[in-house]
Structure formats: C-alpha cells, structure tokens
C-alpha cells in the first residue's frame, strides 16, 4: 500500500499503514517495552479489530513486530478488542475481549474475555480453552469489554469496562490464581446518571499512596469547557481496601483537554515508573490522513503522578529528551511588548518555555505553531480567567475547534510543547494540565511565533529543539 508521507508522524507509534485506535498491553517483558494496539490492517477505516505490535529497548525508538492476534477463532470471531498484557514467570500473556456479532444490521452483539500466550514476545498462541469469563455475572452480555489485569500479592484482579441491565457504566472486577480460571468479585465503581452509559478500557493502579481508577466514559454531558469531546477519558483518585472491595475517591476529573485523547492505557516499569499512552485521536474527529492510507496514532508515553490534591500530574517521560538535536535558544530574561517571530521552521519540534506572571502585565499572551500565510495553531494563556487554550480553528486540513483549562493559580506558567508533523501535544505547570490534538498544516515552511496584548509579558525562556525522526 501507498502510504503519503505528508503527515506521518516522526517520533510517535502508528502502523506502517492502515486504522488504528487504542493502545493495548503496555508492558514491559525480558528487558523490552512493548506496545499493542487496535488495528485494522486491510483499510484505513476501522474493521475487524487485529492487535498491531511494537517494541522498544528505550521507550522511544519503536520497532514494527507481526500483528500479534487476528480475530476469526470461535472465541473472537468478528474481532480482537482492546485489552492488557502481564508477564506470568517466563510467559507474555495476552488478556483481549472476543467481539461476536450476533445481527450486523441490528447492530447486536455479545463480548467475552480470551488470553493468548507468547513464549517470545512476538508469536502469541490464543489459549484452547478460550473465551476464560464466557459472560459477566449480570446486566449486559453486550457491553462488556477492555480487561485490565494485575497482580496483588498472589492473586490476579481484572477489571473490564460494563453496562448494568438499566444501561448504566460500570467497572466490575474478577480475581484468579492462573489467569484462566476467574470467580467474579464485585462491582469496583460505576456511574450515577452523571459518568455516561458505558465506561470503556478502565484500568486501576496504586500510585504515590493513593489508588487511581481510570476509564474512558461514553455518554458524558459537555459542561463549559469540560468533556468538550463525545466521549472523555478521566479518573478518580482516592483510597482502595482489596478485603471489602470499597473504593472511596473525588470527583471524576478528566486526563487531557485536547481534541484527541481517548482510550488511554498505563503499565508500571521495572524502574516503579507509571507510564500512560493513549490514543491520540477520537471517534467522532476528521481523519484526513485516511486519503494517504493511513489514520491513528499513539500519544508519547507521559510519566504519572498524584499530587497533594489528588490531581493526576502527566509529563513525557525523561527518555524523549535522547531525541533532541539542535537546540535554539530564542529568548532569555526578556520583557515582550511587541508580536516576535523565530526562524525555526522544522516539522518536528520540542519547545520549552517558561513565563513569570508577576513581572507580567498583558492580558494574554501565548505561542503560535506552524504559522504560514494562513496557517497557525495557537497557544494562549488568559491571565485574569487563568486559563490555558489550544486553537486549531487555522490549523489545516479538516481540522477547527478550540480547546480551553483552567489552571490553578501559579505565579508562572511554563509549557513544554511536542510538535511532530500532524499532533501537538501541550504540557502545562509540572504536568498539571495537558492538551493534545491533531492538526493538519497544508502550507510548507512553517515558524513559530510569540505574541501578547494589552500589556508587556516577561518570557523567563524560550528554547526549541529540532527532533530526530525515529522512523527514518
Ligand atoms: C475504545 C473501544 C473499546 C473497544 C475498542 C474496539 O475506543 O471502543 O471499548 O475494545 O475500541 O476497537
């Protein structure tokens, strides 16, 4: 297949070719990172759902594997749908949902869970006596998908993604020794009529003393500039007893205030490092790569952790800064009054900036990316609402909307910014807030550019690194 390389991405995972949504199995398996994901690998539209597969020593430099599961077998007929890997003593086990239609035009259909299992990492054989949970204890046999499986001292949890018989989301939980044999064991949360009617690839970890429950609802009301998206990805944060099962936490914050993120799965390391990938992009959004031959990507791996008021922190992991090149240096202790352009033109960018409010007097300031004549994707900062926004409504082909945060009160902002060839994606405050999103420029020679109004704005740095294409 032809693929066109106007908009491939230069240091994120993707497919060679073809559809791809969730990430799956993140884990790390005899010293190798290694990432699967939903994958359709005849079209460039979604299908029957194959696991994609790729790996990495360091986290960064990705290496295309063979597809890892194809759907067809009695267990999984009409697809592989998401899941997650553990490594059980010398084994890679795969934990999928089998995804059966019942009535194509009806749109019926039943889910159940399957394991698969690899020796190697590379070749993975579906266990015989799949599917292991045929069906769940109650409510729908249709909306029951996304294991997530664990170990807690000896015994293995699963938790998958469910809806009651009153069309309510919800996260139910299983407990093995052997990963085939399963006995349920309760609901661990679900939804009032707030959190949607579904609740898709849930995953649950302990993370800096607390316990974080994640998931992707479908079905959440937009409410100002929150769940902007048709469906969200969020979490809860609190505490959890594996004796009665009581999980008490906050309210449901989302992950990522971007156009595109869903779907996104976490694994921890062998250094205690929880990692989170999503995908970076969203049912509802405009593809257009789908006319090169190709659509979906994977978000750079984000380190996690809890802060002291239980907000989730996301940052890239340290590994992506290997992929720095030339680094500019553009500005350094400079009070701005006036719209300043930088001839750095390169598609695939890493900038760092930091901004001190106090010396600031501008209203709002900000960055634009991949400017041309009529191009640009702006990031601006409203200093009296505090609020962080990403504008693509200039931003390319097929693309427009804007996305806005608020971030608590700080005496300064600093933002480190991915530009690769079709995604930005925006961190902000140590982690506190990012936004992630597909663009799609058309013009060529792009630049970067500073701009504030009513007022002065004291930029503390202003740096950008030229980045390394991992694919070439
Ligand atoms: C989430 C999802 C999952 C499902 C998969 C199918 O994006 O809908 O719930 O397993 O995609 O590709």
């Known amino acids: 297949?032809?693929?066109?390389?106007?908009?491939?991405?230069?240091?994120?995972?993707?497919?060679?070719?073809?559809?791809?949504?969730?990430?799956?199995?993140?884990v790390q398996y005899k010293g190798e990172y290694h990432v699967f994901f939903q994958h359709h690998p005849y079209d460039e539209n979604w299908g029957p759902m194959h696991w994609g597969h790729v790996k990495s020593k360091d986290l960064i430099h990705w290496e295309h594997c063979p597809i890892a599961l194809a759907p067809g077998d009695a267990c999984d007929k009409d697809g592989c749908f998401s899941g997650s890997a553990v490594v059980d003593g010398e084994e890679l086990v795969l934990i999928y949902t089998g995804h059966h239609l019942i009535d194509k035009e009806k749109d019926t259909f039943f889910q159940n869970q399957n394991i698969a299992i690899s020796q190697d990492g590379l070749h993975f054989t579906k266990y015989e006596q799949n599917p292991v949970i045929a069906k769940p204890p109650h409510g729908s046999t249709q909306h029951f998908r996304d294991p997530k499986v664990w170990k807690h001292n000896n015994d293995w949890y699963m938790i998958t993604g469910h809806q009651t018989e009153d069309g309510i989301g919800q996260v139910i939980l299983f407990k093995s020794q052997n990963l085939r044999d399963w006995t349920y064991h309760g609901v661990l949360e679900q939804s009032d009529d707030k959190h949607g009617y579904m609740w898709e690839c849930p995953d649950f970890f302990e993370l800096d003393g607390r316990y974080v429950l994640m998931f992707s609802p479908q079905g959440m009301e937009p409410s100002g500039?929150?769940?902007?998206?048709?469906?969200?990805?969020?979490?809860?944060?609190?505490?959890?007893?594996?004796e009665t099962n009581a999980f008490k936490h906050g309210d449901f914050?989302?992950?990522?205030?971007?156009?595109?993120?869903?779907?996104?799965?976490?694994?921890?390391?062998?250094?205690?490092?929880?990692?989170?990938?999503g995908w970076m992009?969203?049912?509802?959004?405009?593809?257009?790569?789908?006319?090169?031959?190709?659509?979906?990507?994977?978000?750079?791996?984000?380190?996690?952790?809890?802060?002291?008021?239980?907000?989730?922190?996301m940052t890239p992991v340290e590994e992506l800064k290997?992929?720095?090149?030339?680094?500019?240096?553009?500005?350094?202790?400079?009070l701005i009054e006036e719209?300043?352009?930088?001839?750095?033109?390169?598609?695939?960018?890493?900038i760092e900036v930091a901004f001190d409010l106090e010396a600031t007097t501008a209203g709002s300031f900000g960055l634009k990316v991949r400017c041309g004549q009529t191009e640009e994707t702006v990031i601006s900062y409203d200093v009296n609402e505090n609020k962080l926004s990403l504008d693509r409504s200039k931003s390319g082909k097929g693309v427009s909307g804007v996305r806005r945060v608020k971030l608590p009160e700080k005496?300064?902002?600093?933002?480190?910014?991915?530009?690769?060839?079709?995604?930005?994606?925006?961190?902000?405050n140590e982690g506190i807030a990012t936004l992630t999103s597909r663009i799609y420029p058309v013009e060529q020679n792009q630049g970067l550019s500073l701009f504030q109004s009513d007022g002065k704005v004291k930029v503390t740095h202003l740096k950008a690194w030229e980045l390394e294409d991992i694919w070439k």
């Open 281 to 313: 992009d969203m049912w509802e959004s405009n593809m257009p790569t789908k006319e090169d031959g190709w659509a979906g990507a994977l978000t750079l791996p984000r380190e996690l952790h809890v802060s002291k008021e239980e907000q989730i922190l």
């Open 253 to 277: 914050t989302e992950l990522d205030h971007g156009h595109d993120f869903y779907a996104v799965q976490t694994f921890k390391d062998d250094q205690g490092r929880r990692i989170a990938i």
């Open 339 to 350: 719209p300043l352009s930088f001839d750095v033109t390169d598609d695939l960018l890493e």
């Open 225 to 242: 500039d929150l769940y902007q998206n048709l469906f969200q990805t969020g979490y809860f944060v609190g505490q959890y007893d594996y």
């Open 1 to 26: 297949k032809n693929v066109h390389p106007r908009y491939r991405l230069g240091y994120h995972i993707m497919a060679p070719a073809n559809w791809i949504n969730d990430p799956n199995g993140l």
């Open 322 to 334: 290997q992929l720095r090149k030339k680094e500019h240096t553009l500005l350094v202790d400079k």
């Open 411 to 428: 005496n300064h902002l600093s933002l480190r910014i991915y530009l690769d060839r079709s995604s930005i994606e925006v961190f902000a």
